[in-house]
């Protein structure tokens, strides 16, 4: 029997402590966050938030959100499936995918404006209210993604509940 042993790269330091250089804006956007998820299923919340941090490449939260997720009783299954969430529809609700259709086209805006039928199917599973909402907490999870990777937040060392 062998045994080998694994040497991992090392961690990259984050480029700049944002939340410490301007902590009024690092609150507001606790703020921010805190009001765009009322009223918001969690579990959609966070399935969400992976989704646009996965189009953003946004690893610290991909780590962030998936814990989270987990922590609030989504599977491990609909998580990894995530990334592929149109060719796996079945592991989601129609009213999950119409979230998830629409989180896409608000990330991916170089692909121009978000789509009428896009928005209409959203509208179809959501009231107005919760639609807003949507579309806040949607907005947010960007915001906070252009933050983690312009400023290179390195993941790996968020626990569930922390930032509450």
């Known amino acids: 029997m062998t045994t080998e042993s694994v040497t991992y790269a090392t961690e990259a330091a984050p480029r700049l402590e944002w939340a410490k250089l301007v902590p009024d804006v690092y609150k507001a956007m606790i703020r921010l966050?805190?009001?765009?998820?009322?009223?918001?299923?969690h579990k959609l919340y966070e399935l969400v938030k992976i989704r646009a941090s996965q189009i953003n490449h946004c690893a610290l939260c991909i780590?962030?959100?998936?814990k989270d997720a987990l922590a609030a009783g989504e599977s491990v299954e609909r998580i990894i499936q995530l990334s592929?969430?149109?060719?796996?529809?079945?592991f989601y609700t129609e009213k999950e995918l119409a979230a998830l259709e629409l989180t896409e086209a608000v990330t991916v805006l170089?692909?121009?404006?978000?789509p009428d039928e896009v928005y209409e199917k959203a509208a179809q599973h959501f009231e107005e209210a919760e639609l807003a909402q949507l579309i806040a907490a949607i907005t947010v999870i960007n915001a906070?993604?252009?933050f983690g990777v312009t400023c290179r937040m390195t993941p790996g060392h968020y626990q569930a509940g922390a930032h509450k």
Do not use: C
Request: hydrophobic share 30%.
């Open 63 to 66: 780590d962030m959100h998936s």
């Open 33 to 41: 966050d805190t009001a765009a998820k009322q009223g918001l299923d």
């Open 84 to 90: 592929a969430w149109e060719e796996s529809r079945h």
């Open 144 to 146: 906070w993604n252009r």
């Open 110 to 114: 170089t692909d121009g404006f978000v």
